[in-house]
């Protein structure tokens, strides 16, 4: 079992950046296959974000952060970060990171994961 717990969400300005962080409460970040992000805006469905796989697949992007958005893990703090630069209002939602443990599901796939952050608040003004 792994309980993961993100943080560094805020409130920001269009063009700004934030880094969230993504730590295992209990348990390890490197159990399972990698770790994804994933957020879900108002009214909406929950939508991929990003994933850094530990062996096999490297590291994805939604189309839709490609460029500006920085997935990467801190060995030292057993973190997983994602850097978020030049914000956007349409990147408002609720982060969250999320354990992958199947490789059967694609990487943007929810059933492809099991343990899940209980998310952190991400607001984009104008």
């Known amino acids: 079992q792994v309980r993961l717990v993100e943080s560094g969400g805020g409130l920001v300005q269009a063009g700004d950046s934030l880094r969230l962080s993504c730590a295992a409460a209990?348990?390890?970040?490197?159990?399972?296959?990698?770790m994804g992000w994933f957020r879900q805006a108002p009214g909406k469905e929950r939508e991929f974000v990003a994933v850094i796989n530990w062996n096999i697949g490297g590291i994805t992007y939604a189309d839709s952060v490609k460029g500006r958005f920085i997935v990467s893990k801190d060995n030292a703090k057993n973190t997983v970060n994602l850097q978020m630069n030049s914000l956007k209002t349409e990147d408002t939602a609720v982060y969250y990171c999320?354990?992958?443990?199947?490789?059967?599901?694609?990487?943007?796939?929810?059933?492809?994961?099991?343990?899940w952050g209980q998310g952190t608040q991400v607001t984009v003004s104008s």
């Open positions: 209990s348990g390890s970040i490197y159990s399972n296959y990698g």
């Open positions: 999320a354990s992958r443990s199947h490789y059967y599901y694609s990487a943007s796939d929810e059933r492809g994961y099991d343990y």
